[in-house]
């Protein structure tokens, strides 16, 4: 190597120098700054249900006094709930409602979605058309002969009207399935086909299995939807109290006989945490699922 | 969509023997396929639609058959119900309120979700998991939050040195601030679908606004903003169309606290009064309907301004 002066891999400008470590003071400070807001707002969004589970933790006369911290814990408060609250029967309602419910949205949904993404006919767009108009009506138009029909057949009270609509499938379903579906290259199935593939061997065999994610998402919304549903039940089941899901029975118990905070609480964190479990459990499923029934056309 | 990377179909084809024959469509299978969903929407859509309007001209209490009144049910509702225009009036005030409170709230929660280079997915978690509570275990639980002596909230205000902190659900001019604040605790779903938005707009664009010198809130509003309007123009229309039928927050709040002065009765309360506790079946269908006409309405208005300030980059489901 020469002995020469001036070497442009090593050569340092003094100012670029200083602008370098100006702009990198700078990206600390903002990424400080960032990190301060989004931690103060997971402070705020965190907030209540710290106070739900810090609550349900207090003895009852904590619960009227101006402590938010419990002193001292009452795990006992989880059991209480069982004994004062028909709560375990609750549980069960809502989870025959929620599972069933997820069934049958599930069984009824995929064949519609398929046939409008992946068939070629006549009128596919107009009954598209139609599917989404259903989803924009309000529940109020139909909900009175509904529940008149209903009441005629005598499932009212009953758990039927909660699960049984849920077979004859959902237009939000259909949606965000065919929007998956539509997004499977047609050459699949068209090699399937040439194998002598029948379109049920090719819908169940072929698209299901590359869809799970959407369908996985849909089993989940609806489970989610009729685990968090009120206003059917409220229609449906209020009358009777051994029928009620969770929802309905948290309320109307605490209408009728002013369970403690504490008390209600922990029921409220039981109600809950379900929920919050299969969130973190499937967490990605759910997050790619909110996106593909947004604006993503 | 994803068919451009893959060859196009004519060309697939090898040999001269014959064009490529076209697909018979398989009609019953079609048919069988969409049944369940004709059959749902005959029975749960098509007929309650058409049954419910006629009742709408009718006095029905679920006992006696509908008897036919022509419009008196519409007119009732415009000169002889204070109940209806109580409903009203709260229904615009919640609406006019909190749906563009809602969208400055979720991009500003997408947008600062954005920036770190770590640990977004973490704050996206946290950020998202009031939405997934529950609506009743969430109401119950802010009624009891925001209790105005007992309560965690006005505890915290009161030791951080606010003197007389509101009394939130107990009192008619605060209570609907509760409901909204309710409303903002769970606005996860909708930031997921603006955090998407956001991180669709390509990267590029920012480099060069900031070689051009933009600061960040110019890139914001003349980059971020332009590119997220289908977002917003989104949850506009369901926002709309959500606010009518806002029922389970309000209907739990209320009951928890003796809602007397009617301040959490809104639209959806109303059809709901009037269909199960007062049995006027008729009178909440002409209610239901009005409210499909209302919402029609404002859809239609949001979508005829769409043009002026929605900016599809590459076409979209609503055009």
């Given at each position: 190597?020469s002995?020469?002066?001036?070497?442009p891999?090593?050569?340092?400008?003094?100012?670029?120098?200083?602008?370098?470590?100006?702009?990198?003071?700078h990206?600390?400070?903002?990424?400080?700054a960032?990190?301060?807001?989004?931690?103060?707002m997971?402070?705020?969004?965190?907030?209540?249900?710290?106070?739900?589970v810090?609550?349900?933790?207090?003895?009852r006369?904590?619960?009227?006094?101006?402590?938010?911290?419990?002193h001292?814990?009452?795990?006992h408060?989880?059991?209480?709930?069982?004994?004062?609250?028909p709560?375990l029967?609750?549980?069960?309602?809502?989870?025959?409602?929620?599972?069933?419910?997820?069934i049958g949205?599930?069984?009824?949904?995929?064949?519609?979605?398929?046939?409008?993404?992946?068939?070629?006919?006549?009128?596919?767009s107009t009954?598209?058309?139609?599917?989404?108009?259903?989803?924009?009506?309000?529940?109020?138009?139909?909900?009175?002969?509904v529940?008149?029909?209903?009441?005629?057949?005598?499932?009212?009270?009953s758990?039927?009207?909660?699960?049984?609509?849920?077979?004859?499938?959902?237009?939000?379903?259909?949606?965000?399935?065919?929007?998956?579906?539509?997004?499977?290259?047609?050459?699949?199935?068209?090699?399937?086909?040439?194998?002598?593939?029948?379109?049920?061997?090719l819908?169940?065999?072929?698209?299901?299995?590359?869809?799970?994610?959407?369908?996985?998402?849909?089993?989940?919304?609806s489970?989610?939807?009729?685990?968090?549903?009120?206003?059917?039940?409220?229609?449906?089941?209020?009358?009777?109290?051994?029928?009620?899901?969770?929802?309905i029975?948290?309320?109307?118990?605490?209408?009728?006989?002013?369970?403690?905070?504490?008390?209600m609480?922990?029921?409220?964190?039981l109600?809950m945490?379900p929920?919050?479990?299969?969130?973190?459990?499937?967490?990605?499923?759910?997050?790619?699922?909110?996106?593909?029934?947004?604006?993503?056309? | 969509?994803?068919?451009?990377?893959?060859?196009?179909?004519?060309?697939?084809?090898s040999?001269p023997m014959?064009?490529?024959?076209k697909?018979k469509?398989?009609?019953?299978?079609?048919?069988l396929?969409l049944?369940?969903?004709?059959?749902g929407?005959?029975?749960?859509?098509?007929?309650?639609?058409?049954?419910?309007?006629?009742?709408s001209?009718?006095k029905?209490?679920?006992?006696?058959?509908?008897?036919?009144?022509?419009?008196?049910?519409?007119?009732?509702?415009?000169?002889?119900?204070p109940?209806?225009?109580?409903?009203?009036?709260n229904t615009?005030?919640?609406?006019?309120i909190?749906i563009?409170l809602?969208?400055?709230?979720?991009?500003?929660?997408?947008?600062?979700l954005?920036?770190?280079?770590?640990?977004?997915?973490?704050?996206?978690?946290?950020?998202?998991l009031?939405?997934?509570v529950?609506?009743?275990?969430?109401?119950?639980?802010?009624?009891?939050?925001?209790?105005?002596?007992?309560?965690?909230?006005?505890?915290?205000l009161?030791?951080?040195?606010?003197k007389?902190?509101?009394?939130?659900f107990?009192?008619?001019?605060?209570?609907?601030?509760?409901l909204?604040?309710?409303?903002?605790?769970?606005?996860?779903?909708?930031?997921i679908?603006?955090?998407?938005?956001?991180l669709?707009?390509?990267?590029?664009?920012?480099?060069?606004a900031?070689?051009?010198g933009?600061?960040?809130?110019?890139s914001?509003?003349?980059?971020?903003l332009?590119?997220?309007t289908?977002?917003?123009?989104?949850?506009?229309?369901?926002?709309?169309i959500g606010?009518?039928?806002y029922?389970?927050q309000?209907?739990?709040?209320?009951?928890?606290?003796?809602?007397?002065s009617h301040?959490?009765?809104?639209?959806?309360?109303?059809?709901?009064?009037s269909a199960?506790r007062?049995?006027e079946?008729?009178y909440?269908s002409?209610?239901?309907?009005?409210?499909?006409?209302?919402?029609?309405?404002c859809?239609?208005?949001?979508?005829?301004?769409?043009?002026?300030?929605?900016?599809?980059p590459?076409?979209?489901?609503?055009?």
């Amino acid at each position: 190597m020469s002995t020469l002066t001036f070497d442009p891999a090593t050569y340092v400008d003094p100012e670029a120098n200083a602008r370098r470590r100006a702009k990198l003071w700078h990206d600390f400070l903002y990424s400080v700054a960032n990190h301060t807001t989004l931690i103060f707002m997971s402070v705020i969004f965190m907030m209540p249900l710290f106070f739900v589970v810090a609550t349900s933790l207090m003895d009852r006369s904590q619960t009227v006094s101006h402590s938010l911290w419990p002193h001292p814990f009452i795990w006992h408060n989880y059991i209480k709930v069982f004994q004062d609250v028909p709560f375990l029967r609750w549980t069960m309602n809502t989870v025959l409602v929620s599972t069933l419910g997820m069934i049958g949205t599930v069984i009824s949904s995929v064949p519609p979605a398929y046939v409008l993404s992946r068939l070629q006919w006549r009128g596919r767009s107009t009954a598209f058309i139609i599917i989404l108009a259903t989803m924009m009506l309000p529940g109020q138009v139909t909900m009175i002969p509904v529940y008149v029909t209903f009441s005629k057949m005598g499932w009212i009270p009953s758990l039927l009207p909660l699960i049984v609509p849920a077979f004859f499938s959902s237009g939000f379903s259909i949606f965000l399935l065919r929007q998956f579906f539509t997004s499977i290259p047609d050459e699949i199935s068209d090699a399937a086909r040439i194998d002598g593939c029948s379109e049920l061997q090719l819908l169940l065999k072929i698209i299901v299995p590359l869809a799970k994610p959407a369908i996985a998402a849909v089993a989940l919304f609806s489970f989610l939807g009729s685990w968090n549903d009120f206003f059917g039940p409220l229609l449906y089941i209020v009358e009777n109290p051994n029928l009620w899901t969770l929802g309905i029975g948290l309320n109307a118990f605490q209408g009728a006989h002013h369970v403690e905070a504490n008390l209600m609480m922990a029921a409220s964190a039981l109600f809950m945490l379900p929920v919050i479990v299969i969130f973190f459990l499937s967490q990605k499923v759910f997050i790619e699922g909110v996106t593909l029934t947004g604006v993503k056309g | 969509m994803g068919k451009s990377l893959v060859p196009s179909r004519k060309r697939g084809t090898s040999g001269p023997m014959q064009p490529r024959k076209k697909l018979k469509v398989p009609w019953v299978f079609i048919l069988l396929c969409l049944s369940p969903w004709i059959l749902g929407f005959l029975l749960f859509t098509a007929y309650p639609m058409i049954a419910s309007f006629y009742q709408s001209f009718t006095k029905f209490n679920l006992i006696e058959s509908p008897k036919w009144i022509g419009l008196a049910n519409y007119k009732r509702m415009f000169s002889d119900d204070p109940d209806f225009w109580i409903a009203m009036r709260n229904t615009i005030w919640i609406s006019v309120i909190s749906i563009p409170l809602r969208i400055a709230f979720a991009t500003f929660a997408a947008w600062i979700l954005t920036k770190p280079k770590k640990g977004m997915k973490f704050y996206r978690t946290l950020f998202f998991l009031p939405a997934m509570v529950p609506t009743v275990a969430a109401s119950m639980s802010f009624t009891y939050i925001f209790n105005p002596s007992y309560g965690p909230i006005n505890n915290f205000l009161q030791h951080i040195g606010i003197k007389n902190p509101p009394f939130w659900f107990l009192d008619p001019v605060w209570s609907k601030w509760g409901l909204i604040l309710l409303g903002l605790w769970g606005i996860g779903d909708t930031m997921i679908i603006y955090l998407a938005g956001l991180l669709d707009v390509p990267r590029s664009l920012y480099e060069a606004a900031s070689l051009e010198g933009a600061n960040s809130w110019q890139s914001f509003r003349y980059i971020t903003l332009p590119l997220i309007t289908p977002v917003i123009f989104f949850s506009g229309v369901t926002g709309i169309i959500g606010s009518f039928q806002y029922f389970t927050q309000a209907y739990v709040a209320a009951g928890q606290v003796n809602d007397y002065s009617h301040s959490m009765y809104f639209y959806a309360t109303h059809v709901y009064f009037s269909a199960f506790r007062a049995y006027e079946m008729g009178y909440a269908s002409a209610l239901a309907w009005v409210l499909l006409v209302i919402t029609l309405l404002c859809t239609m208005v949001i979508l005829k301004t769409q043009k002026r300030w929605v900016h599809y980059p590459n076409g979209s489901l609503f055009k």
